[in-house]
């Protein structure tokens, strides 16, 4: 009983459907539509702020875990959260990559 299969079943399937997810973008989307892929833009931005991105989201956890009683928010209520919370990062991330940004903390 060393971990949950079926939580490590269901991380995997996750994890390997948001991948199929990008990679499906990245081939779907002709090179002459957009002159960098979407997904290819995304994570160009997530990766140029990784550890700036990190905190932001750790604090965007922190102050969701205050602002509301978890184990009590309803399905709908948790997914408008966790759209809020995905927007906010995604949008930092993209917005500090278009102000040609970069944080570094060394």
């Not at 957009?34 to 994570?43: E, G, M």
């Amino acid at each position: 009983r060393l971990c949950n299969a079926s939580y490590a079943l269901w991380t995997l399937a996750v994890a390997t459907q948001l991948l199929a997810t990008l990679l499906s973008l990245e081939v779907l989307v002709p090179a002459w539509l957009a002159p960098r892929a979407p997904c290819a833009a995304l994570v160009a931005a997530l990766n140029r702020n990784q550890l700036a991105l990190f905190l932001v989201a750790n604090l965007l956890t922190g102050a969701a875990n205050l602002a509301m009683r978890t184990l009590d928010v309803g399905p709908a209520r948790s997914f408008a959260v966790l759209a809020a919370y995905l927007a906010a990062v995604l949008g930092c991330a993209t917005a500090w990559d278009a102000a040609d940004l970069t944080l570094r903390f060394w």
